[in-house]
């Protein structure tokens, strides 16, 4: 047990064609999982590095600080749409929803 997610080690272990992210030309889910991850995790890392330089050197009106919370928020925003495509891409194969369908049914 240690701090990696196990879904890592899942997304880690899919084979070449194994499921449908082929058929419908997306990424390797592995691959959606880390790059949306890291978006986040680096985003967080300059919020916080701004944060630490606010605190320490405040000056009114020059901080960014709003702003690189919205970056960070957006990161949330666009890790919760990979994760449709990483689902969609570690299911079988199927029929695309037809038009005005929910994409969940």
Not at 9 to 23: D, P
Not at 93 to 101: K, S, T
Request: a neutral charge; proline letters at 4%; aromatic letters at 18%.
């Amino acid at each position: 047990m240690g701090f990696v997610p196990e879904v890592i080690g899942y997304l880690a272990n899919i084979k070449e064609f194994e499921y449908s992210y082929r058929y419908y030309n997306l990424r390797h889910p592995g691959a959606v999982f880390n790059l949306a991850t890291k978006y986040v995790v680096e985003d967080f890392i300059e919020l916080l590095k701004e944060l630490e330089e606010n605190q320490t050197n405040y000056k009114r009106g020059k901080s960014s600080l709003g702003k690189k919370f919205q970056i960070l928020l957006n990161d949330f925003f666009k890790f919760r749409d990979s994760c449709y495509e990483i689902i969609v891409g570690s299911c079988q194969r199927h029929e695309p929803p037809f038009e005005g369908q929910f994409l969940w049914k």
